[in-house]
């Protein structure tokens, strides 16, 4: 789009923009340009108007203000509008879009996420649809099960969960309940390209008169409860009162919308009310407590802690603020003395501008004007360890004598507990079989839990202990809640060709030590019918030559179905009933966590000392990670590239020069996602299986122009000292960023 195109979008926009405030911000900007025509004030306008927002791993997410590069009513109304023709579109790929589709509308704490809310109704409602809006500011939980429990043929969720105060976001889920994915989204994107600027009207207040009369007072309050009847029912546990009576947990909601849900679902499960930080308690989109509101940042965790502290807590329990991510924080007893508590170094370390076309031979110069910068991310800059804090360092979220569990920590906890939960149904069910016997179809069914390929694979091994079938995604929740689809549909295209697997004579280490199917990754939505993302050739196999690794599927005549039992990302997402609530659910999470927490105390244990069992079958596992940026500005070559560019080039050079090995160990095995497979397609990330089953994934970020590199070292030998595990996965870190900048 050239300026001059640029320029007559802008004065579009303004004449439909409704929103006083973005309006007078473009108002001002294009008066400012008119008046000195700065080449500033032009590369302003072309931020804001080149283009518009793109869906990422979790919808179309930005700072507020005008344009359709930014959150704001106008954006919000044309992409309603857009997958209103989407859904219209979608025919028999979206079982609920008939001649009057529902869609289901809640809403989060931020600035103007009511407002959008309310517009996002009037569109849907003027489109000749039924907008069902929850009217409260609710967690994002409660819009994801609604979804499925309304039959709606979609659902948007005005949040940005835990961005930066700035920001704002449009989440929107299909009518399995699972987030939007390729190619509907871009379907969407393209529409909002199309419309723009639209046919623009004011939809507000629409809950005050007659533009949207289906939208009713009692539908928020049947969304809230039956949230809480979901979780009831299927997270129950048979505790007395002597173990709930001594009970006390920490809470905060970080400004957030999970307060008063959490205490309603506490109260049905006869959960003590929380301690709640009272200066968190409330929503508030300013934040005012927090530079950002997001349990994995340092400090975040502070105040709460302090009341864990004062008040003797067994537990800190923390939500983001849209509560779809839950974080735990524990007390270190005596009985955990074999712990290391004093953090790493998180200093960033600054390189040199790379030339133009190269990567290499460039070497740290801090003081220079950078366009590469290797940095630590805040939540996964130390190394981290599974289970006893005496292997490996703490989160930088730890004060005193209590220590915050890592997202991979948490997420083997809660997976260990789902899949002790599935097998102890399964055996009142079925006279002690693992299995759950057949179904109504004859099919045998199996349990199914699921987390990312940069997660560690220590509920791979867990699952596999328990006969439980296990799936590796890419990252994003989108994928993680399709995981029953993908195997399911694996499981029928086995079926229908049994053909050999690719690559089987040439098993990795890697697959003779899991049968289970790693990694893969879901199909995308139901408009697509095929898959989204790739998988390695060598692991898409789910049979074995290998005497001593069954085959994870039985032969193709005995079919099973896959009940979905649990699934999780790193990044504190947990997935406790994926099969009623399609996406993370921090709320959902804490029910289970304290579930988990009761039982083991009423076995004289902890959760470090489950996780210490856990060690002691499958080794120890730790994991840390760190980012390469690449910015514009610098010297040489460095200046003016795009970063995105720059990054996509750092992935070429990569697959071109493979490694043998990394910081001197070995590399048994390259798997590379841009290799398309059967129903699945490509994906821009590399993962290196070094010997000894540690592994190294790098992937550009979904989200920001840099690199992520994910390091899991896994350490057989339980004596190993903290410092010896902390420098190994040191060396693998600094061995794989030097790959990139030198």
């Known amino acids: 789009m050239n300026f001059q195109e640029v320029e007559k979008l802008a004065r579009i926009w303004l004449s439909v923009d409704p929103d006083p405030e973005t309006w007078s911000e473009l108002e001002e900007l294009l008066k400012s340009f008119e008046e000195d025509g700065s080449e500033s004030g032009a590369q302003k306008l072309t931020s804001l108007f080149d283009g518009a927002l793109s869906f990422g791993t979790a919808g179309l997410r930005a700072e507020l203000g005008p344009g359709p590069k930014r959150m704001n009513r106008v954006l919000v109304q ?97 009518a399995d309940g699972s987030q939007i994915t390729s190619h509907s989204d871009r379907l ?77 679902t506490f109260k049905s499960f006869n959960f003590p009310k929380p301690l709640t930080v009272k200066e968190q308690a409330e929503p508030d989109g300013t934040f005012p407590t927090v530079p950002f509101p997001n349990p994995e940042e340092s400090g975040a965790l502070d105040m709460v802690l302090d009341l864990a502290k004062e008040a003797g807590a067994d537990m800190v329990l923390a939500n983001d603020p849209d509560a779809d991510r839950l974080s735990v924080s524990l007390p270190v007893s005596p009985s955990d003395s074999r712990t290391s508590l ?42 981290q360890s599974f289970g006893l804090p005496s292997h490996g360092v703490e989160m930088s979220n730890t004060k005193g004598e209590w220590r915050t569990l890592t997202g991979n920590e948490l997420g083997v906890l809660l997976g260990d507990y789902c899949i002790e939960k599935f097998l102890t149904d399964s055996k009142q069910k079925n006279g002690g079989a693992n299995k759950r016997g057949a179904n109504k179809k004859g099919e045998v069914v199996k349990g199914l839990v699921a987390t990312t390929c940069v997660s560690s694979q220590l509920l791979g091994k867990v699952a596999k202990a328990n006969n439980i079938e296990y799936v590796e995604t890419l990252t994003g929740f989108k994928w993680i809640s399709r995981a029953d689809q993908l195997v399911q549909s694996n499981q029928s295209n086995q079926s229908a060709n049994p053909a050999q697997p690719i690559n089987q004579s040439s098993q990795s280490p890697h697959q003779q030590t899991q049968s289970t199917t790693s ?26 030559t290998n005497p001593d690794n069954p085959p994870s599927h039985p032969p193709a005549s005995n079919k099973i179905s896959y009940d979905f039992i649990f699934g999780y990302e790193e990044a504190l997402g947990y997935a406790v009933l994926p099969k009623h609530i399609r996406d993370k659910d921090g709320i959902s999470a804490a029910i289970a966590f304290v579930n988990l927490f009761l039982k083991l105390r009423q076995k004289g244990l902890t959760p470090f000392d ?73 994906a821009n990330m590399v993962s290196f299986y070094l010997e000894g089953e540690s592994r190294i994934v790098v992937r550009p970020s979904g989200t920001e122009p840099k690199l992520k590199v994910y390091v899991e070292l896994v350490e057989k030998n339980l004596s190993a000292s903290d410092d010896d595990l902390q420098r190994q996965i040191g060396v693998l870190i600094d061995a794989t960023v030097k790959l990139f900048t030198q």
Not at 343 to 372: E, F, K, R
Not at 522 to 541: G, I, L, V
């Open 519 to 544: 990694p893969t990754n879901p199909q995308t939505d139901q408009t697509t019918q095929s898959a989204d993302q790739s998988n390695p050739p060598s692991h898409q196999s789910t049979q074995s």
């Open 610 to 682: 489950r996780l210490s069992q856990i060690y002691e079958e499958h080794g120890i596992h730790m994991t840390g990670a760190a980012s390469i940026r690449y910015e514009s500005g610098g010297d040489g070559g460095g200046k003016n590239r795009d970063p995105a560019e720059q990054g996509a080039a750092a992935m070429a050079k990569l697959r071109a020069e493979l490694p043998t090995q990394i910081g001197g160990v070995k590399v048994l095995e390259v798997v590379d996602y841009s290799e398309p497979q059967k129903n699945l397609r490509p």
């Open 342 to 383: 004093a953090p790493t170094s998180t200093a960033s370390t600054s390189l040199t501008p790379p030339p133009p076309n190269s990567l290499t031979s460039q070497s740290p110069n801090p003081s220079s004007n950078q366009d590469v910068t290797i940095f630590s991310d805040s939540n996964t800059s130390t190394p």
């Open 78 to 174: 044309l992409a309603t509008r857009a997958l209103l023709k989407t859904i219209e579109e979608a025919g028999d790929s979206n079982i609920y879009a008939n001649s009057i589709p529902k869609v289901v509308i809640g809403y989060d704490g931020r600035k103007n996420s009511d407002v959008f809310a309310r517009d996002i109704a009037g569109v849907v409602y003027s489109m000749g649809g039924t907008p069902l809006l929850i009217d409260a500011k609710l967690p994002t939980p409660v819009l994801a099960r609604s979804v499925l429990s309304k039959k709606a043929a979609a659902g948007i969720m005005v949040t940005a969960s835990h961005n930066p105060r700035a920001d704002n976001g449009y989440k929107v889920y299909w």
């Open 188 to 264: 969407v994107e393209r529409k909002i390209l199309d419309f723009l600027p639209g046919d623009v009207k004011d939809y507000g207040a629409t809950t005050e008169g007659g533009k949207v009369k289906v939208i009713k007072k009692d539908i928020t309050k049947a969304a809230v409860k039956d949230y809480v009847r979901c979780l009831k029912k299927n997270l129950s546990e048979d505790f007395g009162g002597g173990d709930l009576a001594d009970l006390k947990i920490a809470y905060t909601p970080l400004h957030g919308v999970g307060k008063g849900t959490l205490e309603e």
